[in-house]
């Protein structure tokens, strides 16, 4: 594979051309519509085939997704996933498993057809969405409402054809840290004799004592002896209601990575990988002002229909542009193939076990593409 960054005056016929690709296969990797448009700095990934053999290593990949994925999106995505999980689980204080309010059979049975695990994804949502740290504290302290909970993700698990379960729960309480850890544990414990793997998500710290809502509720080391895996949440530095960054910027990721190989061991730790970008109205107002989330593939889209030029942080390694609509100036940060090659190789540089992608809702066909020529996926 080569990328291939956009220039003044480049057209998909002339860059296939100079790489003697098809220019439909180029259109096609990079879901480039007709007339195929083009933007300064778009980066395009060129499925070049050099006949070379190289050593791959082998990498296990999860990508997140809710009940109601678009079918075609599911198909095209699970040959590239070792393991699927599904979004969401709840629970009661009594520990009453609680479905997804869609039902999800349909992609499990797609994902065990793909040879790719499906997982159930655990979160202490309220009924508004939100996570909700009051019932993590029910859980993490009553020994009933574990047992319960156990019990009901273990029906669940076998009558469904789950091959594991993911425990994301967020801003716990720093009192509950020690108890939420013996709850992973336990869980762990009893899942792992009927042959199902526990992972748990974990916040982006940078060190033991980072202060703080997302952080304080986690310990890494505790956590990493707990599971058999953990997801580190390298995403989110720019957010819906933060001022314009990068997603994921590979310097604040580093940090992260750096910390948790000195806590977990590196062969649990996946890496986290947004597929996602963000749309800021300018001027930003703190407090007042909303990003929109968008699709890697819609913010080049947004970009050719408004006449912007893309550029490239070099120390985010993140693509970003401005551009102007309706009177309204916007700033946009998202993912591409290059972004993405970064991501992958500090992956390679830590010897992680995998990487965790939230999520898979929209179709980033080139990521999956360079992925598999970089790494063999591991496959049930």
Partial sequence: MEIYVVKQGDTIDRIAGEFNVPATEIA???????PYPLVIGQALLIPVQDGLQQYKREVNVNGYAYPYINSKVLQTTLPYLTDLSVFSYGFSEEGDLIPPSQDD??????????????????????????????????????????????????????????????IDFEYIKAEDRDLFTSFVAR????????????????APKTSSGQKGLLYEGKD????????NSCLLMTYEWGYKYSEPMAVAPINKVRQVVEYAVTQIPRNKLDLGIPNYGYDWPLPYVQGETAATTIGNIEAVEIAAANGAQIFFDETAQSPYFNYVADGIRHEVWFEDVRSMNTKFSLFEEFGLRGMGYWQIMRLFLANWVLLESRFNIIKD
């Fill in 28 to 34: 096609f990797v990079n879901q480039i519509s007709y």
């Fill in 187 to 202: 869980m762990t414990r009893e899942l792992n004799v009927y042959g199902y793997w526990v992972s748990v998500a974990l």
């Fill in 105 to 166: 059979t349909v992609m499990i049975n797609a994902a065990l057809e793909f040879g790719t695990s499906p997982m159930l994804t655990l979160t202490p949502m309220d009924e508004y969405g939100r996570f909700n740290n009051n019932l993590i504290s029910a859980l993490v302290r009553s020994d009933s409402a574990q047992e319960n909970l156990i019990s009901q993700s273990l029906g669940t698990l076998d009558a469904k054809g789950f091959r594991g379960l993911d």
């Fill in 220 to 227: 890494y080391g505790g956590l990493g002896a707990a599971a």
